[in-house]
T-cell receptor
Framework: DAGVTQSPTHLIKTRGQHVTLRCSPI?????VSWYQQVLGQGPQFIFQ???????GRGNFPDRFSARQFPNYSSELNVNALLLGDSALYLC??????????FGPGTRLTVL | EDQVTQSPEALRLQEGESSSLNCSYT??????LFWYRQDPGKGPEFLFT???AGEEKEKERLKATLTKKESFLHITAPKPEDSATYLC????????????FGRGTSLIVHP
C-alpha cells in the first residue's frame, strides 16, 4: 500500500509570496495533520483535520491555513511568506487509533 | 516547561557498542508514547507505540520501554545504518490526538 504522499518535494519562494503544499493520506485514513520542522527541532503541530473538519490548531499565525477535501487529501496554505517560514513541512495521517504515519515532507526555502 | 525532553541531544557510538536514549515526559495522563526514526531531510518513520508503564516493544536491534515518567530506546549492537535522529512524542489523555514531540537525539554509529 502507498504511504503518505506530499508534493512538491522542494520549493523555493521569495518573501511575501504565497505557497500551497499538498498531502494525500494513506488509503483509509481520515485524519490528516500538518507539522513544521526547523533544523534541530522536533516537528511543531500546525493543524489537524478529521472528516474534513478542523480538530486542532497549533500556535501559528493566521497566515497559515489548511483544508481537507472529500477524498481526505489536504492542502496547507501559507500567505505573505517570511524568511522564518523556511522549514520542512510534514503531513501525517492516521485512522482512528493514535499512531500517525508521516509523509516524506516538503522542503520550503524562502529567500 | 517542555512536556517532552530527550537526552542526550547527540550520541556517537562505535559499531557494536550498545546504548540507550532517554525520553522523559510531564503530562498528567498518558494516552500513548511514540518513537520515530528520522533520516536527514526525510519524514519521520514510525517505530513503536507504548501505552502503559511496564510495556516493552522490540524491532531488530531496537527495544523501547516505558515507565510512568520516561521511556528508553535501547539500541543493541548498533550498525552504521542505525545512524539517524530518534524522535519521541507523547499524547496526553483526555485531549485531542495531537502528539507533542521532543527535539530528538542525533545518533551516529561509526564503523
Amino acid at each position: 500500500d502507498a504511504g503518505v504522499t506530499q508534493s512538491p518535494t522542494h520549493l523555493i519562494k521569495t518573501r511575501g509570496q504565497h505557497v500551497t503544499l499538498r498531502c494525500s493520506p494513506i488509503s483509509g485514513h481520515k485524519s490528516v495533520s500538518w507539522y513544521q520542522q526547523v533544523l534541530g527541532q522536533g516537528p511543531q503541530f500546525i493543524f489537524q483535520y478529521y472528516e474534513k473538519e478542523e480538530r486542532g490548531r497549533g500556535n501559528f499565525p493566521d497566515r497559515f491555513s489548511a483544508r481537507q477535501f472529500p477524498n481526505y487529501s489536504s492542502e496547507l496554505n501559507v500567505n505573505a511568506l517570511l524568511l522564518g517560514d523556511s522549514a520542512l513541512y510534514l503531513c501525517a495521517s492516521r485512522v482512528v487509533t493514535d499512531t500517525q504515519y508521516f509523509g516524506p515532507g516538503t522542503r520550503l526555502t524562502v529567500l | 516547561e517542555d512536556q517532552v525532553t530527550q537526552s542526550p541531544e547527540a550520541l556517537r557510538l562505535q559499531e557494536g557498542e550498545s546504548s540507550s536514549l532517554n525520553c522523559s515526559y510531564t503530562v498528567s495522563g498518558l494516552r500513548g508514547l511514540f518513537w520515530y526514526r528520522q533520516d536527514p531531510g526525510k519524514g519521520p518513520e514510525f517505530l513503536f507505540t507504548l501505552y502503559s508503564a511496564g510495556e516493552e516493544k522490540e524491532k531488530e536491534r531496537l527495544k523501547a520501554t516505558l515507565t510512568k515518567k520516561e521511556s528508553f530506546l535501547h539500541i543493541t549492537a548498533p550498525k552504521p545504518e542505525d545512524s539517524a535522529t530518534y524522535l519521541c512524542a507523547v499524547q496526553e489523555s483526555g485531549g485531542s490526538y495531537i502528539p507533542t514531540f521532543g527535539r530528538g537525539t542525533s545518533l551516529i554509529v561509526h564503523p
